[in-house]
């Protein structure tokens, strides 16, 4: 494999030949200690466990340890030419977020198979200006970005003169979505994965040839797709749990929970965001959504994590990175929620902790809470 920074003068043309059959390329993260954490997981020095692999990317470890993905040439030409067909057509990509994961790299993937150079811009967004060439044009945002971004109006202006932004990487809220619409905006919503080249999933609908299914018992979503991956790095035992392999093709089975919803999938969070505290179980997700809706919360970002609790089972806590009142946070959710599964403690940080691909790092966040 060939060990790549993660910019785009470095991973376009090593990627453009991995996708022609070349040598598989794994980019690394620039932070030290990610990178250090990314290359103890890819083990460049063992051979790779298929011929068929051109990408080899790590996930991005926020509810726990980094994952190493094994995508395919066929696979991620697959999700850029659905991405193409759902959106009307190629068109010229701006890069936005970090190319060692996949968000970032299907941005690249979707230029090279366009035949289009992408345009590279900070992740703050502050150089963005609105194409001024042929059309059309794509952008591929986190919500925190489009949430910080619409606070200023110069870069607002220029997200209009894209066609299409899509936002995936963490739940979007209503709040979000109705603000960027108002501001003129068009928003896609995406859902995917690492394992799927990214987001297969636009508004709600899967992408041509995506097939969903949720697992009768737990609402489990398990993906049926071309662009499903090839399996985890060194991991055989991960990946016979999450790869199933038929004359269906390649099925995902992931940690997610969705329900349909007029003919469209709505992820409700993963299996494991429920917890018991005081004898009830408590979807996390959910209560996170609601928070951050809620009037109490205010501008703050807000995110719901449980820690263990001798009395409780799991003390639910809401951390915020402004000032939220406790008390006015649990009133309002009590006329949705049962009393039980509030939150019973407020936590002020300066800010998030994020991963670098945007995500908020969960495990990052339970240390800090806890000390």
Not at 289 to 312: F, H, K, M, Q, Y
Request: aromatic share 2%.
């Amino acid at each position: 494999m060939l060990i790549v920074e993660p910019t785009p003068e470095a991973l376009t043309p090593a990627l453009a030949a991995a996708l022609a059959g070349g040598e598989p390329v794994a980019p690394l993260p620039l932070d030290p200690a990610e990178r250090r954490t990314a290359l103890a997981m890819l083990r460049p020095d063992q051979p790779l466990e298929s011929g068929e692999v051109a990408a080899l990317l790590a996930t991005s470890g926020s509810t726990g340890q980094p994952k190493g993905v094994l995508l395919s040439a066929a696979a991620m030409i697959a999700g850029a030419e659905a991405t193409h067909d759902r959106l009307g057509g190629p068109g010229s990509w701006t890069l936005a977020l970090p190319a060692h994961y996949v968000a970032g790299l299907m941005v690249i993937v979707r230029g090279l198979v366009a035949g289009r150079p992408v345009a590279t811009v900070r992740g703050d967004l502050a150089d963005l200006t609105a194409p001024a060439d042929a059309g059309p044009h794509y952008l591929s945002l986190v919500p925190t970005q489009l949430a910080r971004a619409l606070k200023t109006p110069e870069i607002t202006a220029a997200l209009t003169g894209f066609d299409t932004i899509l936002l995936g990487g963490a739940p979007v809220g209503p709040a979000l979505l109705e603000e960027a619409r108002r501001a003129g905006l068009r928003v896609i919503t995406t859902y995917g994965t690492s394992e799927t080249c990214g987001g297969c999933v636009y508004d709600g609908i899967p992408l041509p040839g995506v097939k969903i299914t949720l697992e009768p018992a737990s609402d489990r979503v398990m993906i049926t797709a071309p662009m499903v991956f090839s399996g985890y790095r060194l991991r055989p035992d991960l990946t016979q749990v999450a790869l199933r392999e038929d004359a269906t093709g390649r099925t995902l089975i992931t940690n997610d929970r969705g329900r349909w919803d007029h003919d469209r999938l709505t992820v409700l969070g993963r299996l494991d965001d429920v917890v018991i505290t005081g004898g009830i179980n408590v979807d996390l997700a959910q209560l996170e959504c609601l928070a951050a809706e809620s009037p109490a919360a205010g501008r703050a970002e807000l995110a719901i994590i449980g820690v263990p609790d001798p009395t409780w089972g799991t003390m639910i806590i809401a951390v915020a990175d402004g000032p939220v009142g406790l008390a006015e946070l649990r009133a309002d959710l009590a006329t949705r929620l049962p009393e039980r599964g509030l939150p019973r403690r407020m936590v002020q940080l300066p800010a998030l902790p994020r991963t670098s691909s945007g995500k908020i790092d969960r495990q990052r966040l339970i240390q800090l809470v806890t000390g």
